[in-house]
């Protein structure tokens, strides 16, 4: 059985960092496609990054060159480090596995609030 439990939310600062980590179980998370999404309320879920089987990686163009998503097979835990973080990514982050462009399992969720 395929479960996702995300952490590392919480409350940071603008331009702060953190560090999410979803851990995975039920599969290897090197064997699928994985990727975080994030919902703002009253707005649609929204993907945030992707790591393809493989390595590559795609990012909204909303986080590039401020987020990283990254795998650590050791763990079986996929990784989203966000940096210079701004108040519009305040949101519940999401961890995802992807199968052919489309999320299919997700975890419950870890909230981030970026405010001064």
């Known amino acids: 059985q395929v479960q996702l439990v995300e952490s590392g939310g919480g409350l940071v600062q603008p331009g702060g960092s953190l560090r999410l980590s979803c851990a995975a179980s039920?599969?290897?998370?090197?064997?699928?496609?994985m990727a975080w999404y994030r919902q703002i309320p009253e707005k649609q879920r929204e993907m945030v990054a992707l790591a393809v089987i493989g390595g590559a990686t795609r990012y909204a163009d909303f986080v590039k060159g401020r987020f990283t998503i990254s795998r650590d097979n050791s763990k079986n835990t996929v990784i989203l480090d966000m940096n210079r973080l701004k108040p519009e990514d305040t949101a519940v982050y999401y961890c995802a596995t992807v199968h052919a462009g489309e999320p299919v399992d997700w975890g419950q969720g870890t909230q981030v609030i970026v405010s001064s």
């Open positions: 039920g599969f290897s998370v090197d064997s699928s496609s």
